[in-house]
């Protein structure tokens, strides 16, 4: 059974940083796609980065620049580095293992991310 596990969410002022961890259980690293994505109240999901097995890396425009992926494959986990965070940051945080072999989707619970001063 595969498990994802988020953490690290909370508050943070504009400007400031903060650094979000996902661990994956239940699966092999080498198979997934490890993806950060976020979504507010009444809008869509979106992708805001992710990372593959040997380090690739992809970024939405928004967040370039500001925050940072990164893996950990002896550990099944990925990283989300957030700096200078801005308020339209706020929003719930979600880690996805995708499966690259057959596209299916693991979700983690979400963590909330909160941008104000």
């Known amino acids: 059974q595969v498990q994802v596990v988020e953490s690290g969410g909370g508050l943070a002022q504009p400007g400031g940083s903060l650094r979000l961890s996902c661990v994956v259980s239940?699966?092999?690293?080498?198979?997934?796609?490890m993806e950060w994505f976020r979504q507010t109240t009444g809008n869509e999901r979106e992708l805001v980065a992710n990372?593959?097995?040997?380090?690739?890396?992809n970024y939405a425009d928004s967040v370039k620049g500001r925050f940072t992926v990164s893996r950990d494959n002896a550990k099944n986990t990925v990283y989300l580095q957030m700096n200078s965070l801005k308020p339209e940051d706020t929003a719930v945080y979600y880690c996805?293992?995708?499966?690259?072999?057959?596209?299916?989707?693991?979700w983690g619970q979400g963590t909330q991310v909160t941008v104000s001063s």
């Open positions: 996805n293992a995708r499966n690259r072999y057959n596209a299916r989707n693991y």
């Open positions: 239940g699966i092999i690293s080498s198979s997934i796609i």
């Open positions: 990372i593959n097995f040997i380090g690739a890396k």
